[in-house]
């Protein structure tokens, strides 16, 4: 055999050989002690067991068929290494930063639902509140009060009390940014964290590296992150989640609100404080513990005394309870800390307490629906089945409380107020489960109370420690959603009539649109859902090559873009007008096009007659005028056929439709009539029109079916 012979089977055998090309695929594993193994089947040795939320890369989508799981089994990489898991339990994730502003930022609203007002000072009229971390422009100051943009362009004025510069609160220092970066710290964590340090040298910051992907945990915590805001572009509904007030928010918002480097602040970096009870604080305590509440009714000893005895016994900041029992009830309390009467199951009771609101939500049972307070009151009545004591007393309350967050939360991994609403901490076996509160501010506005308790009772140059997330992944920077008009999709797109492929579709951004050779040039249309939009790339085009590409680009009131890109290409034909309109079982006699059925809309006749290979239509009424798509046919309307080669025009009669008007009423009766009568006679459409039974006359047999279909006893 020769080595020419030798070389071509080689060729033959290479091309014959199946190509698999792998594309590796984020996911993670989305149920609780789900097991790897090292094959295809649960006769396999099991690599691991591991919980949900755990990161996997899947190598290859084809489900592979296998003992113990119906769906079928994924190949995967873990912990660099081949393994397999049952499909079922895995979910598929986009790491990209889709939906997530990365916007960076100059200025800040450092404040929850700031006054935007008219002018400077307070007695001018309010014209929105901003939510806490809404990005501003600062145009001019007066006094106090700065003069601001925000929301895309919109100009008030608000209190410099409530608004941060980046500036002010970031520092440089090469030696600190060593150690930082040597504790585990990325860039873009150092420049607050050096000027925290700088003004509070005792303050101890630790690096909590839990390798979860920062894009992958946004997505795991969609849909159980609530705010109460007015505000679309936060939130996915206008219909509220809970209660009348509380909406689920974007994936915009979440990754604002769980990226730690926006809340670095010396203001918001308490929901980084470590909560055990710090035995430096314990005369400081009680002051503290007071200093939560103000004024407020439970400043009183009745209820501080037993917050910081309750602190000492569980191991627990009293600070920390202070500040949660404040977020639940309020300075002064609710029905759920005075012993109120509350109705559960058609009982009457009273005298319990639940000043933490362990237990509380809205409830529908057996068709009567009981408040998140009477719920609450229930659990603390023990009226839910639930382990402890009853809280049936001020003190007894407030200890069992703080021992259900203590062991639940503090002292299982979960230490720190963010990670209470982020189970983001390292070692942690299934993150995103397991969260105290549903709302996704509790962590900056409880650490404010503290850092505030703190404040005024002079203690923050103690040491205190912080530990603060750090993600694989993240992105330079995140912004809350800029705020308008986001829809930036096109309404119409349109190359002259000529024929979109595929048919358009608002969701569709690429096309193309085939022309007659001969063609030099088109005229390109389009226009946006929104008149917030704008639209750009339309008009006029010359066709100097066989191939053009034309993008057109909408803008939405953020200024976000999305493009759509139509490619016209210049090419032969051989069928010809007639064929297509012949091809469309329509009828044509000589000029005109007959027996087309009353209530036609001009896109189902341009729709039939481009199916059947038209690259163009065009239809215009008696005056000559383009009609629109949704507009009906009538007789005497003119309708123009392109191919990519040539073009022909016929006159449309609509059965029935004798006078043209796109209907069939008693004047087109009486016209029959006059025409069967020789009183005035049908021409041309409008007698093919009258010709409703096509025997090619019109007699009292199409005077009677017009008649019927005006009475409706028989439609035409």
């Known amino acids: 055999m020769t080595k020419r012979t030798v070389y071509f089977i080689l060729v033959l055998f290479l091309l014959c050989l199946p190509i698999t090309i792998f594309a590796d695929y984020d996911a993670i594993i989305n149920n609780s002690s789900v097991r790897i193994r090292t094959g295809p089947g649960t006769n396999n040795e099991i690599i691991s067991?591991?919980?949900k939320g755990t990161n996997i890369v899947v190598v290859d989508k084809t489900l592979i068929p296998g003992q113990g799981c119906d769906e079928g089994w994924y190949k995967i990489s873990f912990r660099e290494k081949t393994a397999y898991v049952c499909s079922k339990y895995v979910t598929f994730v986009d790491n990209s930063f889709n939906g997530i502003n990365v916007s960076d930022w100059v200025a800040r609203v450092s404040g929850n639902n700031v006054a935007v007002r008219t002018g400077p000072g307070k007695s001018y009229d309010v014209i929105e509140r901003l939510t806490l971390g809404a990005n501003v422009t600062i145009l001019d100051k007066s006094g106090d009060w700065y003069k601001i943009s925000y929301y895309n362009g919109q100009v008030g004025w608000m209190s410099s009390e409530y608004v941060v510069q980046k500036k002010d609160i970031t520092a440089t220092d090469d030696e600190y940014t060593a150690e930082l970066r040597n504790a585990g710290f990325?860039?873009?964590?150092?420049?607050?964290?050096?000027?925290?340090?700088?003004?509070?040298?005792?303050?101890?910051?630790?690096?909590?590296?839990?390798?979860?992907?920062f894009a992958t945990s946004v997505s795991s915590e969609f849909g159980v992150c609530y705010m109460q805001t007015t505000n679309?572009?936060?939130?996915?509904?206008?219909?509220?989640?809970?209660?009348?007030?509380?909406?689920?928010?974007?994936?915009?918002?979440?990754?604002?609100?769980?990226?730690?480097?926006?809340?670095?602040?010396?203001?918001?970096?308490?929901?980084?404080?470590?909560?055990?009870?710090d035995s430096s604080l314990e005369e400081l305590y009680p002051t503290l513990v007071k200093s939560i509440f103000g004024n407020g009714a439970l400043g009183d000893d009745i209820y501080t005394i037993p917050m910081a005895n309750a602190g000492k016994t569980n191991?627990?900041?009293?600070?920390?309870?202070?500040?949660?029992?404040?977020?639940?009830?309020?300075?002064?309390?609710?029905?759920?800390?005075?012993?109120?009467?509350?109705?559960?199951?058609?009982?009457?009771?009273?005298?319990?307490?639940?000043?933490?609101?362990i237990g509380a939500y809205e409830v529908n049972i057996d068709g009567v629906s009981y408040s998140a307070v009477t719920r609450g009151l229930a659990y603390a009545a023990k009226l839910i089945d639930r382990n402890g004591e009853l809280w049936n007393n001020i003190e007894t309350a407030i200890t069992e409380g703080s021992s259900f967050l203590a062991n639940n939360y503090i002292t299982s991994g979960q230490g720190t107020l963010y990670y209470q609403k982020f189970n983001v901490a390292p070692g942690i076996s299934n993150p995103y489960t397991h969260q105290y509160q549903t709302n996704i501010q509790a962590p900056a506005i409880e650490g404010n109370q503290t850092y505030n308790s703190y404040k005024s009772s002079g203690v923050l140059n103690q040491t205190f420690i912080f530990e603060i997330p750090v993600y694989n992944s993240m992105p330079a920077s995140t912004s809350l959603p800029k705020s308008g008009d986001t829809n930036n999709y096109l309404k119409s797109?349109?190359?002259?009539?000529?024929?979109?492929?595929?048919?358009?579709?608002?969701?569709?951004?690429?096309?193309?649109?085939?022309?007659?050779?001969?063609?030099?040039?088109i005229n390109i249309t389009a226009s946006a859902q929104s008149d917030k939009a704008n639209v750009s790339g339309t008009g006029e085009y010359e066709l100097k090559d066989n191939e053009t590409n034309v993008t057109i680009t909408v803008t939405n009131e953020i200024?976000?873009?999305?493009?759509?890109?139509?490619?016209?290409?210049?090419?032969?034909?051989?069928?010809?007008?007639?064929?297509?309109?012949?091809?469309?079982?329509?009828?044509?006699?000589?000029?005109?096009?007959?027996?087309?059925?009353?209530?036609?809309?001009?896109?189902?006749?341009?729709?039939?007659?481009?199916?059947?290979?038209?690259?163009?239509?065009?239809?215009?009424?008696?005056?000559?005028?383009?009609?629109?798509?949704?507009?009906?046919?009538?007789?005497?309307?003119?309708?123009?056929?392109?191919?990519?080669?040539?073009?022909?025009?016929?006159?449309?009669?609509?059965?029935?439709?004798?006078?043209?008007?796109?209907?069939?009423?008693?004047?087109?009766?009486?016209q029959v009539q006059k025409h069967i009568k020789d009183d005035k006679k049908l021409t041309n459409a409008s007698l093919l029109a009258g010709d409703t039974s096509g025997d090619g006359d019109v007699t009292i047999l199409d005077l009677l079916q017009i008649q019927k279909h005006i009475k409706g006893d028989k439609k035409l």
């Open 49 to 51: 067991t591991v919980g």
């Open 186 to 213: 990325p860039d873009s964590y150092i420049p607050y964290l050096t000027y925290l340090h700088q003004k509070y040298p005792n303050w101890v910051f630790r690096a909590g590296h839990n390798n979860l992907n």
């Open 232 to 277: 679309d572009n936060y939130r996915i509904s206008s219909i509220p989640s809970e209660g009348v007030s509380w909406f689920t928010v974007n994936q915009g918002v979440i990754a604002f609100y769980m990226d730690p480097r926006n809340w670095l602040t010396e203001e918001r970096i308490f929901m980084f404080e470590k909560l055990d009870y």
């Open 315 to 357: 191991r627990i900041s009293p600070v920390h309870i202070a500040s949660r029992i404040r977020l639940e009830v309020g300075a002064n309390g609710s029905d759920s800390t005075n012993g109120s009467e509350f109705t559960w199951k058609g009982q009457k009771y009273s005298g319990y307490y639940n000043f933490f609101n």
């Open 493 to 521: 797109l349109n190359a002259d009539s000529y024929k979109l492929t595929p048919e358009f579709d608002a969701d569709i951004l690429e096309y193309e649109v085939e022309v007659p050779l001969e063609l030099e040039k």
């Open 559 to 670: 200024q976000e873009e999305k493009k759509y890109l139509l490619t016209i290409k210049k090419v032969e034909t051989t069928i010809s007008p007639k064929d297509i309109v012949n091809n469309s079982n329509l009828n044509i006699n000589d000029t005109i096009i007959t027996k087309l059925q009353n209530g036609t809309k001009a896109s189902e006749l341009k729709a039939l007659l481009l199916d059947a290979g038209a690259s163009k239509v065009e239809i215009t009424n008696q005056n000559g005028t383009i009609i629109n798509d949704s507009d009906i046919i009538a007789t005497n309307y003119k309708i123009e056929v392109s191919t990519l080669k040539e073009s022909n025009k016929w006159t449309l009669s609509v059965k029935g439709d004798t006078s043209g008007d796109g209907d069939i009423t008693i004047l087109d009766l009486l």
